[in-house]
T-cell receptor, first 114, second 112 residues
Framework: KAGVTQTPRYLIKTRGQQVTLSCSPI?????VSWYQQTPGQGLQFLFE???????NKGNFPGRFSGRQFSNSRSEMNVSTLELGDSALYLC?????????????FGPGTRLTVT | GQNIDQPTEMTATEGAIVQINCTYQ??????LFWYQQHAGEAPTFLSY????GLEEKGRFSSFLSRSKGYSYLLLKELQMKDSASYLC?????????????FGGGTRVLVKP
């Protein structure tokens, strides 16, 4: 079974631009969660999508948004990029059923904002 | 909200045992997770505790005390490949699904 894939793996953007990151979960998984990881703040939860609906949301500004498609693939978008948005963005997939707990992380997208 | 504390760094010798503590304060609790993350790689799932007690999985064990808001991850027979960051995370009771709050991670350095 293929793992979680994220594209692109690396990205360099300029302040004020916007960016879209993509995540394909493990086949059959319906839950996709997004996290931001920085040296200073660690791993922080952005949001979770399940069956095309946002199920949970972290404490990030509205510039951070996401969506999920019918095939469970998910995208997250960051508008009006700031230098502080430079981070590793990780997505994680799980079956999402019941109280399932195991999340599988993708390799991440390293975003650098200049 | 959630507040999770774990030591920043620990050093141990190959073959030894290391215990990584994690304390948490939560408004709701629905399970505690441990993840391992090697430098430059994604986190990988190690263990999950939702009831009090010890869960053993090979060289790794995880303990939970909900009344004390405390967990530890025990790594036995340390190997050089165990050098990594270990992340403690708590799932929010008030949210269905997967809303995890992570601690800052404990970097473990295994020396020969």
């Amino acid at each position: 079974k293929a793992g979680v894939t994220q594209t692109p793996r690396y990205l360099i953007k300029t302040r004020g631009q916007q960016v879209t990151l993509s995540c394909s979960p493990i086949s059959g998984h319906r839950s996709v969660s997004w996290y931001q990881q920085t040296p200073g703040q660690g791993l922080q939860f952005l949001f979770e999508y399940f069956s095309e609906t946002q199920r949970n949301k972290g404490n990030f500004p509205g510039r951070f948004s996401g969506r999920q498609f019918s095939n469970s693939r998910s995208e997250m978008n960051v508008s009006t990029l700031e230098l502080g948005d430079s981070a590793l963005y990780l997505c994680a997939s799980s079956s999402g059923a019941g109280n399932s707990y195991e999340q599988y992380f993708g390799p991440g997208t390293r975003l650098t904002v200049t | 909200g959630q507040n999770i504390d774990q030591p920043t760094e620990m050093t141990a010798t190959e073959g030894a045992i290391v215990q990584i503590n994690c304390t948490y304060q939560t408004s709701g609790f629905n399970g505690l997770f441990w993840y391992q993350q090697h430098a430059g790689e994604a986190p990988t799932f190690l263990s999950y505790n939702v009831l009090d007690g010890l869960e053993e999985k090979g060289r790794f064990s995880s303990f939970l005390s909900r009344s004390k808001g405390y967990s530890y991850l025990l790594l036995k027979e340390l190997q050089m490949k165990d050098s990594a960051s270990y992340l403690c995370a708590v799932r929010d009771l008030t949210a269905a699904g997967n809303k995890l709050t992570f601690g800052g991670g404990t970097r473990v350095l295994v020396k020969p």
